[in-house]
């Protein structure tokens, strides 16, 4: 896949702006604050329809306006497709979606027509953060690569929602128990395709970064290892056991007001020669963990689409050593590329098809 042209309109610190990248590597240089981030976010938000560094669409749109609008024009197996996402202040509906020209009702029409994988100065926290970015790292990797896997998340998520609402009015005055299990029975039905499609992947991910963090980190004698953590990891039958889990918990569940078990508090947990990384790891091992995870988010795109993603990389050449840095572009170096810097000098040794120059909410040739 490639992304052939892309077009802002008061989106973040841009009021217009249409860029047509080459198929090689395109360098965004700029100060902090100019706006490069703002523009792989863009690309980012035409790929998964949500931006990568906020949960509030709102964010995006350019202060003092009241709509913003982004487009992309994708090249692949050498047919064009359009995709674009408009986003609203003041409207009922805040965000809507277009595919081929068309408006799309839900967002997960929009993935797979054009996908990316994304390195930024943040992923650290995949590793040292809360479960739930690991969580979403999985989520999002599987909503590119797998169709129907973002309907079934977003439909697990809303009975989810549901139970927990009853769960709250139950409290108040004794609602009937039998709406209970008719709740049971659909989560525990919702949770399979969930439990099913993140096992599989975690198996993939976790062989493939074996072999990534080996090569990034130069010590093959250092293990990586990720597993998958759920209360459901090892089931046979998830509905029947995620029922059962369900009814055992329910009296606590009701007193809690929310639900305890469930693919909702699944985790993946990260090894280093069996030692928890996040405990134990030093930044260079976590920085390499997290690289060996985006390269194999980009093995894992390339099987399902039968192409690559587009790649994005925020501000991340500063922060490696030499060696890492040149491990790192081997691996990409077949693969349309943005990558952003402060200093012209980080992207030295490497063959640039274009740079741009960052400035103030323009964008101009160096
Ligand atoms: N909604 C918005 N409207 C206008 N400007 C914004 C908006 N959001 C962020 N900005 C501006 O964008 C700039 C940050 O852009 P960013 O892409 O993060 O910079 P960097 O080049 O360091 O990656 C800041 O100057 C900020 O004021
Ligand atoms: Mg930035």
């Known amino acids: 896949m490639y992304l052939k042209q892309l077009r802002l309109h008061q989106f973040r610190s841009y009021s217009q702006l249409a860029i047509m990248p ?18 792989l976010e863009a690309i980012h938000l035409c790929c998964l329809g949500r931006s990568h560094r906020t949960s509030d669409d709102q964010d995006m749109i350019k202060i003092g306006e009241t709509t913003a609008a982004v487009h992309a024009t ?12 408009r986003l609203f202040r003041a409207q009922k509906q805040k965000k809507i979606i277009y595919v081929g020209g068309k408006t799309v009702l839900r967002i997960g029409e929009l993935m797979g027509h054009m996908t990316c994988v994304m390195f930024s100065p943040e992923d650290m926290d995949i590793i040292k953060g809360s479960p739930q970015l690991r969580r979403r790292f999985i989520d999002m990797l599987l909503a590119q ?9 977003q ?14 009015m139950m409290a108040r005055d004794e609602q009937d128990k039998v709406q209970l299990f ?41 293990m990586l290892g990720i597993t998958y953590r759920s209360i459901l990891a090892d089931s046979t039958d998830i509905k029947q056991d995620f029922q059962k889990l369900l009814e055992q918990s329910r009296n606590e569940d009701m007193r809690r007001l929310s639900t305890f078990y469930g693919p909702h508090r699944d985790e993946l947990i990260l090894t280093l020669s069996g030692e928890e990384l996040r405990s134990f790891g030093s930044q260079g091992q976590i920085r390499s963990a997290v690289l060996a995870m ?6 894992i795109l390339t099987k399902a689409q039968g192409e690559p993603p587009l790649l994005l ?8 050593d030499s060696s890492r840095r040149s491990r790192l572009l081997s691996g990409i170096s077949h693969v ?27 964008i101009s040739q160096s």
């Open 22 to 39: 080459p198929k090689g590597l395109t360098v965004f240089v700029g100060e902090n604050g100019a706006g490069k981030t703002n523009l």
């Open 74 to 85: 994708v090249s692949r197996e050498g047919r064009e497709d359009d995709v674009g996402v």
């Open 145 to 153: 690569s797998l169709s129907g896997y973002f309907y079934a998340l």
């Open 155 to 168: 439909h697990y998520n809303a009975v989810l929602k549901q139970r927990n609402a009853l769960l709250k």
């Open 182 to 222: 008719a709740w049971d029975d659909q989560l525990s039905s919702a949770a399979v395709p969930l439990v099913r499609a993140r096992r599989e992947a975690v198996e993939k991910l976790a062989q493939l970064s074996a072999e990534h963090y080996s090569f990034i980190s130069g010590r093959p004698e250092e």
């Open 294 to 299: 985006r390269l194999s988010q980009i093995d």
């Open 313 to 320: 990389l925020d501000d991340v050449l500063s922060e490696l």
């Open 336 to 362: 349309q590329t943005m990558l952003t810097c402060t200093e012209i000098n980080d992207v030295h040794g490497l063959n640039p098809a274009c740079i741009l120059k960052v400035q103030a909410g323009q």
